[in-house]
């Protein structure tokens, strides 16, 4: 995994809630970029470290590595915590361990950190090592500076065995690295002064690799030093001026020849030159050239004498100095906070790029520019009094506060301010620098908060509901004076007790397992269940309450539970239920009747219908003028027991119906071959030479019917439409193919329905007023009805008086 950079570590601390990690970190880049010695840094880095992680002891080490593998660690700084007070101690003796120390640097030297409770190392030498000395937890990191292993940070527990998150050992790597970015920046300053020093010497001392140009006889000769220099041997390097040309590196050779022209430098008198020269290798050192001219006796330049000195090592220095420099430039110029200072006259004496993406005026043109300006109208009276009283020595030297700065874009942003204010050895006020956090996000969400809770409060004060705020465990830390109302208790009966005292056990496992297990799993959203709850005389009120989690992200910090008293509700529900109890034992005796009163009546009509075929029989003997009579009540006879009959069996078919007993199994059918041979069966020769007229729509294909049900459907359409249309054209049948449904229309050119009556026609036993002497029961349409909502379709009837009727109905392709 890639090594995170400060200002990642930075920015994951802010989003994770870790601010004061992230203050430690915004005030050691500020010591940075001040320039402090890496002592001072080290000891500020430590104690800070420490006391944000709340480490007991903890301490900075240094390594020394000899030869054949040997290991010198050395405690530089000791920080003692629990100590009253807190003590700091430097180069503490310490017990040293060989084995344990190259356990432990091994880790270090693959810049892996060590973290965890002492029981869980794997080192048995370090588990029993750190026992010893009382420790339970410990976090280590290295440091690395110039890329070797400089020491380490250690941080020891003596209390709890705590295991260390991710975002604590990040933020100490990034404080390591901070120190070991310290240290190597000294050690450059230091050597660019010993360089400095030891040059200044030579150049004082010795004319290392001289050379001179005979100007009278253009002979130019180089001392053996200057050959040295170059790796030359004294032979080895031609004395010409075309050879020191050759040497000079191609892109300085035109300007290094110009200024070295000795009648250039005859006019100024010396010259102090910096530039290239080719050694033996190939390879090009730093040089400094000191050259001057010599006059004759008559005042005409005779000899031109240099001396040369290596500053190779010098220039590189300098080179890895500026490179250090620019790392840290770079990094105060990209991360996300503003990084200022400001003099005594509160104008901006430094500000880094982040202030133009911020705000959107230029860090550039915003130097010289007075802090003040840049603040909203309201906070400037706050940052006058915070930062820029000019005589008050004794206030503290730190100060943090949260402030609006105005935008180019007319509007706002929130930062918080961290500032060290500076003062003159008078007192007067010297000037402040800091840094800014973007906290814009954070603070509209504050206020919004702040403003939805004075909402939220209004709102459950003003309503008849219970709204309740609870702990994750029940704890109840807010409760709507409603409670008044439903409980008869005052909010302080209840704020402070846990829910549980006011709920039955039943009820407690119930919300338990139905409601706050699944929302802390995230199976539901939220909950609703009706519960029993306790008034203040110990009798039960039923509510009914829903509950929903609150809380940062994934995490439920507490819920919100709206009740509401439902007795009177629950009383209803209870009178229905005893209502439906009896309506279902109504229809059961219905079905009992039904199923009864047509199985006794059925018995004697066939006994009757049978007495009436005997006495046809017997009748065929009687003479002419006694038959006829008798003939003719015998089919008045057989007509009512045929129309008696067909009662009894749509009482019964509906009656199967409505206690969904009436079997119901739908297959794949073609429906215009069915429908064909149905009419074929049917309605081929009827008595009146009429028949049915088929027509088909759309694209032909399977559907899936009840091919019983949809007999009777159909049977029952049809039969309708002949006996309300006698001496009438044709009844139509028409099937119509759609996308997602298909229809059949049943049409006749009959009596027609009034349209006041047409409301009624699903009702069992309504028959229309214009179908006196028709033949019916008036229960086909309902019987129809049921059969069709069977296959989840619809039936419509479309008909005025006198002009016929259209029977419309409609299924899905694939009923369940």
């Known amino acids: 995994m890639a090594e995170k950079t400060v200002s990642q570590v930075y920015e994951e601390a802010l989003g994770d809630g870790g601010f004061l990690q992230s203050n430690v970190l915004q005030k050691l880049l500020r010591f940075s970029s001040n320039g402090v010695n890496w002592k001072t840094f080290v000891q500020n880095a430590l104690q800070a470290s420490a006391d944000v992680l709340e480490a007991d002891v903890s301490g900075v080490y240094t390594y020394t590595f000899y030869r054949f593998g040997e290991v010198k660690i050395k405690p530089l700084l000791n920080y003692f915590r629990l100590e009253d007070p807190p003590t700091l101690k430097w180069n503490a003796e310490l017990a040293q361990d060989a084995s344990v120390a190259n356990e432990v640097i091994q880790q270090f030297q693959r810049n892996n950190p060590i973290h965890g409770p002492v029981k869980n190392l794997r080192s048995e030498e370090l588990k029993k090592l750190l026992s010893s000395l009382g420790y339970k937890s410990i976090l280590y990191v290295p440091i690395w500076s110039n890329d070797r292993l400089w020491g380490c940070m250690c941080f020891h527990d003596k209390t709890i065995e705590r295991i260390w998150p991710g975002r604590d050992v990040d933020f100490l790597q990034s404080v390591a690295r901070l120190i070991g970015q310290s240290v190597?920046?000294?050690?450059?300053?230091?050597?660019?002064?010993?360089?400095?020093?030891?040059?200044?010497?030579?150049?004082?001392?010795?004319?290392?690799?001289?050379?001179?140009?005979?100007?009278?006889?253009?002979?130019?000769?180089?001392?053996?030093?200057?050959?040295?220099?170059?790796?030359?041997?004294?032979?080895?390097?031609?004395?010409?001026?075309?050879?020191?040309?050759?040497?000079?590196?191609?892109?300085?050779r035109k300007e290094v020849l110009e200024k070295l022209d000795p009648f250039e430098v005859a006019e100024t008198g010396s010259i102090e030159l910096q530039y290239r020269l080719r050694n033996k290798f190939g390879k090009y050192i730093w040089?400094?050239?000191?050259?001057?001219?010599?006059?004759?006796?008559?005042?005409?330049?005779?000899?031109?004498?240099?001396?040369?000195?290596?500053?190779?090592?010098?220039?590189?220095?300098?080179?890895?100095?500026?490179?250090?420099?620019?790392?840290?430039?770079?990094?105060?110029?990209?991360?996300?906070?503003?990084?200022?200072?400001?003099?005594?006259?509160?104008?901006?004496?430094?500000?880094?790029?982040?202030?133009?993406?911020?705000?959107g005026f230029s860090a550039e043109k915003s130097q010289g520019q007075k802090f003040i300006n840049y603040v909203h109208s309201e906070d400037r009276f706050t940052i006058k009094e915070l930062l820029f009283s000019k005589s008050d020595r004794d206030r503290s030297a730190y100060e943090n506060m949260e402030i609006r700065f105005l935008t180019t874009n007319g509007n706002y942003r929130w930062m918080e301010v961290f500032t060290t204010i500076t003062y003159h050895p008078n007192g007067k006020y010297k000037g402040a620098f800091g840094t800014m956090t973007d906290i814009h996000k954070r603070k509209e969400a504050e206020l919004a908060q702040k403003e939805t809770e004075e909402r939220f409060r209004f709102m459950s004060e003003s309503m008849s509901d219970l709204v309740s705020l609870h702990s994750i465990n029940g704890?109840?830390?807010?409760?709507?004076?409603?409670?008044n109302d439903i409980l008869n208790l005052e909010t302080y009966d209840v704020i402070g007790h846990n829910s549980s005292e006011f709920l039955n056990a039943r009820d407690l496992i119930k919300i338990k397992n139905e409601i706050i297990e699944p929302l802390k799993k995230g199976e539901i959203e939220k909950g609703v269940t009706q519960i029993e709850l306790r008034r203040k005389d110990g009798s039960a009120v039923w509510c009914e309450t829903v509950i929903q989690p609150l809380g940062n992200g994934e995490k439920i910090d507490?819920?919100?539970?709206?009740?509401?008293?439902?007795?009177?509700?629950?009383?209803?529900?209870?009178?229905?239920?005893?209502?439906?109890?009896?309506?279902?034992?109504?229809?059961?005796?219905?079905?009992?009747?039904?199923?009864?009163?047509?199985?006794?009546?059925?018995?004697?009509?066939?006994?009757?219908?049978?007495?009436?075929?005997?006495?046809?029989?017997?009748?065929?003997?009687?003479?002419?003028?006694?038959?006829?009579?008798?003939?003719?009540?015998?089919?008045?006879?057989?007509?009512?027991?045929?129309?008696l009959t067909n009662l009894m069996n749509d009482v019964l078919i509906l009656g199967r119906t409505e206690a969904n007993k009436m079997p119901f199994t739908p297959e794949p059918i073609d429906l215009v071959a069915f429908?064909?041979?149905?009419?074929?069966?049917?309605?081929?020769?009827?008595?009146?030479?009429?028949?049915?007229?088929?027509?088909?729509?759309?694209?032909?294909?399977?559907v899936r019917?009840?091919?019983?049900?949809?007999?009777?459907?159909?049977?029952?359409?049809?039969?309708?439409?002949f006996k309300y249309s006698k001496d009438r054209p044709n009844p139509e049948v028409k099937i119509h193919y759609d996308d997602?449904?298909?229809?059949?229309?049943?049409?006749?050119?009959?009596?027609?329905?009034?349209?006041?009556?047409?409301?009624?026609?699903f009702e069992s036993f309504f028959r229309a007023e214009n179908t006196t002497g028709i033949e019916g029961t008036g229960l086909g349409l309902v019987i129809m009805k049921q059969f069709v909502e069977m296959h989840q379709g619809t039936i419509k009837i479309e008909s005025a008086k006198g002009k016929g009727t259209s029977v419309i109905i409609t299924f899905p392709y694939q009923p369940s």
């Open 705 to 721: 019917l009840d091919e019983n049900l949809f007999s009777h459907i159909l049977g029952n359409a049809i039969s309708n439409a």
């Open 287 to 359: 040089v400094l050239t000191k050259a001057s001219v010599l006059f004759d006796k008559a005042g005409k330049p005779q000899t031109f004498r240099a001396s040369n000195i290596d500053i190779t090592s010098k220039i590189l220095y300098l080179d890895n100095l500026k490179k250090k420099e620019q790392e840290y430039r770079n990094l105060v110029n990209t991360v996300h906070e503003v990084i200022f200072r400001v003099d005594e006259d509160g104008a901006f004496t430094f500000v880094n790029p982040a202030w133009e993406l911020l705000t």
């Open 740 to 761: 997602d449904f298909y229809s059949i229309t049943i049409k006749d050119h009959g009596i027609g329905i009034p349209k006041k009556e047409q409301a009624n026609l």
């Open 184 to 252: 190597t920046l000294d050690q450059l300053k230091d050597e660019v002064k010993r360089k400095d020093k030891v040059l200044n010497m030579a150049m004082e001392k010795s004319l290392d690799g001289t050379w001179e140009l005979d100007l009278s006889n253009n002979v130019l000769t180089f001392s053996d030093s200057f050959k040295r220099m170059l790796n030359y041997e004294p032979a080895e390097l031609q004395e010409s001026i075309g050879a020191f040309e050759r040497l000079i590196h191609p892109d300085e």
């Open 558 to 643: 507490s819920v919100m539970a709206v009740t509401r008293d439902i007795t009177e509700r629950k009383k209803a529900e209870e009178e229905m239920q005893n209502a439906l109890i009896k309506e279902k034992e109504l229809n059961e005796f219905k079905s009992r009747f039904i199923s009864m009163a047509s199985h006794e009546f059925r018995t004697p009509l066939t006994s009757i219908k049978s007495s009436v075929d005997m006495m046809e029989m017997y009748a065929d003997e009687l003479d002419v003028n006694r038959n006829k009579p008798f003939i003719k009540h015998c089919d008045k006879i057989g007509v009512q027991i045929s129309r």
């Open 675 to 702: 429908i064909m041979h149905f009419i074929e069966q049917n309605y081929l020769n009827l008595e009146d030479g009429r028949t049915v007229t088929l027509s088909v729509e759309g694209s032909r294909r399977d």
């Open 475 to 483: 704890a109840v830390y807010y409760v709507s004076p409603s409670i």
